[in-house]
Each structure stands twice: as structure tokens, then as C-alpha cells.
């Protein structure tokens, strides 16, 4: 028996969220069941995320026991087999015994990506949220810059799962631009159920003109989640990355035939000559 961590990427679209439950397909459970294909054992894959319906995710991490001599670079071959379209293993390898994807983990990183077209957009539509008007960029700035630091964000949390405290830190906020759309990033040592969601819907009506950087100020210290702004879909949300104190997939991923990317499969002899 060994321990598995596994860096998993997925289309939130076509599941209802990471967690197994009855009667609704998931990402845990595809993998359970790739897993039981490959191997015959009916294997728990704990996640370091429930992410919800609706939510993707570039860097979920995961881990699992398994009983098997496949190597770690043909266990993520062969499981990616098994998989079905919308999710996929990118890297895999063997963790210490003591690993726990969720409970090692020190923080994680989430982005939240809204289109800002006159129009729907005709691609995409369940990969970000979408505002068909201008936002204050400086504005929303500025309102991000209240909730970096650690602070008690009951008033951006929806009631879910009991917990011991709603004190959080939030390490870093960016708003990211580009021509017709815009990213906020966030990393923290952890999030309440919704509460990236509900930060990107609030700055969103910063952005609008609805909020000022004063009125988060003082929805934060209110603690009351019925002044802060709405919940943002679940289609732009991002899980993009897990902390943990020792490096995890830090080995390059390299294939039988070089590392992935373009012309990456060429050798030495076959490379294209220089112009």
C-alpha cells in the first residue's frame, strides 16, 4: 500500500461538484470509479476542496491508498484512461505516508473570471460570469485592499458546514485586467462556504457604483452577510492552486518522449534549425 497524491484539473460544468452524493455524478466519484476499473479495490480519493456544482478547478490536489506496482508516471496514464471527459490527472506521484490533501493543506488560490461584453458571450458562457457594462477598476481596487489581512468574514459566508471560527486571512486580492474581461485572485489560508463568490460580487457592485471602499469597510466589521453583496455564479470560479509546507509536484513532468509543449516530443538531431 502506498500514498498518491494526484493534481487534478476539471470541468465544472458537467458535474455536480467535487463530492460524492447520491443520485448526482461527481468528481469524486469518477475517480472512484477509474480507480475501481484499473485496479478492482474501491478506493476513497479525498480531495483538498469541495468545490460546488458548477465550480472548476486547475490545481485540485488529492490523495488516495493504493496496492498496485504501476510506476507513478503509468498509474497517471492509465487512470486518465479510465477517465471520462471533463476531468484529468496532470501530474501524480507517490506522498509520504503522513500526507493528507486536505488537512496538510496551508492555504489555497482561487480565481473568479467575469466577461465585461455589451453582450452575452457566444463562447464559454459556463467558464465566467458576465457584466455587460463598465467597472471601476481603481474603485474595486481599493475595496479588495480592505480585505487583505485577517479579519472575521462572516459577512461575506453563507450558512453551510459548522465551524469553530470564521476568522480567516486573506494573504493577497488582485484584480487582474484584460480587454473584455477581468480576474480576481485571492489566496488565503482558507475560505468559508461561498466566500470567494460572495468577495467577487461584492466588489463587482464596487465596481458598478452600488458600493464604495468605505461600505466594505464596513460590511466586514458588521459580520452581517445580508449587507454585503450578492453570491457570483459558480461558473467563474477557479480552484487554481493548494499550499503545503513541502514542495509537492515539484519534479518536472517529463514524458518518454521530453517534456510536453511544443515541439517538446523533438530530440537534439531533429530540432528545427535557426533562422
Same mark, same amino acid.
Given at each position: 500500500?502506498?500514498?498518491?497524491?494526484?493534481?487534478?484539473?476539471?470541468?465544472?460544468?458537467?458535474?455536480?461538484?467535487?463530492?460524492?452524493?447520491?443520485g448526482?455524478?461527481?468528481?469524486?466519484?469518477?475517480?472512484?470509479?477509474?480507480?475501481?476499473?484499473?485496479?478492482?479495490?474501491?478506493i476513497?480519493?479525498?480531495?483538498?476542496?469541495?468545490?460546488?456544482?458548477?465550480v472548476?478547478?486547475?490545481?485540485?490536489?488529492?490523495?488516495?491508498?493504493?496496492?498496485?506496482?504501476?510506476?507513478?508516471?503509468?498509474?497517471?496514464?492509465?487512470?486518465?484512461?479510465?477517465?471520462?471527459?471533463?476531468?484529468? !490527472?496532470?501530474?501524480?506521484?507517490?506522498?509520504?505516508?503522513?500526507?493528507?490533501?486536505?488537512?496538510?493543506?496551508?492555504?489555497?488560490?482561487?480565481?473568479?473570471?467575469?466577461?465585461?461584453?455589451?453582450?452575452?458571450?457566444?463562447?464559454?458562457?459556463?467558464?465566467?460570469?458576465?457584466?455587460?457594462?463598465?467597472?471601476?477598476?481603481?474603485?474595486?481596487?481599493?475595496?479588495?485592499?480592505?480585505?487583505?489581512?485577517?479579519?472575521?468574514?462572516?459577512?461575506?459566508?453563507?450558512?453551510?458546514?459548522?465551524?469553530?471560527?470564521?476568522?480567516?486571512?486573506?494573504?493577497?486580492?488582485?484584480?487582474?485586467?484584460?480587454?473584455?474581461?477581468?480576474?480576481?485572485?485571492?489566496?488565503?489560508?482558507?475560505?468559508?462556504?461561498?466566500?470567494?463568490?460572495?468577495i467577487?460580487?461584492?466588489? !463587482?457592485?464596487?465596481?458598478?457604483?452600488?458600493?464604495?471602499?468605505?461600505?466594505?469597510?464596513?460590511?466586514?466589521?458588521?459580520?452581517?452577510?445580508s449587507?454585503?453583496?450578492?453570491?457570483?455564479?459558480?461558473?467563474?470560479?477557479?480552484?487554481?492552486?493548494?499550499?503545503?509546507?513541502?514542495?509537492?509536484?515539484?519534479?518536472?513532468?517529463?514524458?518518454?518522449?521530453?517534456?510536453?509543449?511544443?515541439?517538446?516530443?523533438l530530440?537534439?538531431?531533429?530540432?528545427?534549425?535557426?533562422?
Open positions: 500500500m502506498r500514498n498518491v497524491r494526484a493534481l487534478i484539473s476539471y470541468d465544472g460544468s458537467k458535474f455536480y461538484g467535487w463530492q460524492r452524493q447520491a448526482f455524478h461527481s468528481v469524486q466519484e469518477g475517480l472512484e470509479h477509474a480507480l475501481l476499473a484499473l485496479t478492482g479495490q474501491s476513497v480519493v479525498h480531495g483538498s476542496s469541495r468545490t460546488d456544482t458548477g472548476h478547478a486547475l490545481g485540485q490536489v488529492a490523495h488516495f491508498r493504493l496496492d498496485t506496482r504501476l510506476t507513478d508516471d503509468r498509474l497517471r496514464h492509465a487512470l486518465n484512461f479510465y477517465l471520462e471527459e471533463g476531468v484529468a !490527472i496532470r501530474r501524480l506521484e507517490t506522498a509520504p505516508e503522513d500526507f493528507h490533501a486536505r488537512f496538510s493543506a496551508l492555504g489555497k488560490r482561487y480565481m473568479y473570471v467575469t466577461a465585461t461584453t455589451r453582450f452575452r458571450p457566444p463562447f464559454g458562457v459556463q467558464y465566467s460570469h458576465w457584466v455587460p457594462q463598465a467597472l471601476a477598476l481603481a474603485d474595486m481596487r481599493a475595496a479588495a485592499r480592505v480585505l487583505v489581512g485577517e479579519h472575521d468574514f462572516s459577512a461575506f459566508a453563507s450558512s453551510g458546514s459548522p465551524r469553530r471560527t470564521n476568522v480567516r486571512r486573506v494573504r493577497s486580492l488582485h484584480i487582474i485586467p484584460r480587454r473584455e474581461r477581468f480576474a480576481l485572485v485571492i489566496e488565503g489560508n482558507g475560505f468559508l462556504y461561498n466566500m470567494v463568490r460572495t467577487a460580487g461584492t466588489l !463587482i457592485e464596487v465596481g458598478k457604483g452600488s458600493l464604495s471602499a468605505a461600505d466594505v469597510e464596513r460590511i466586514l466589521r458588521s459580520a452581517d452577510r449587507q454585503a453583496g450578492p453570491t457570483a455564479p459558480a461558473e467563474g470560479l477557479y480552484l487554481v492552486a493548494v499550499r503545503y509546507a513541502e514542495p509537492v509536484f515539484a519534479r518536472r513532468d517529463r514524458g518518454e518522449r521530453g517534456v510536453p509543449g511544443l515541439f517538446g516530443f530530440g537534439p538531431s531533429r530540432a528545427p534549425a535557426e533562422r
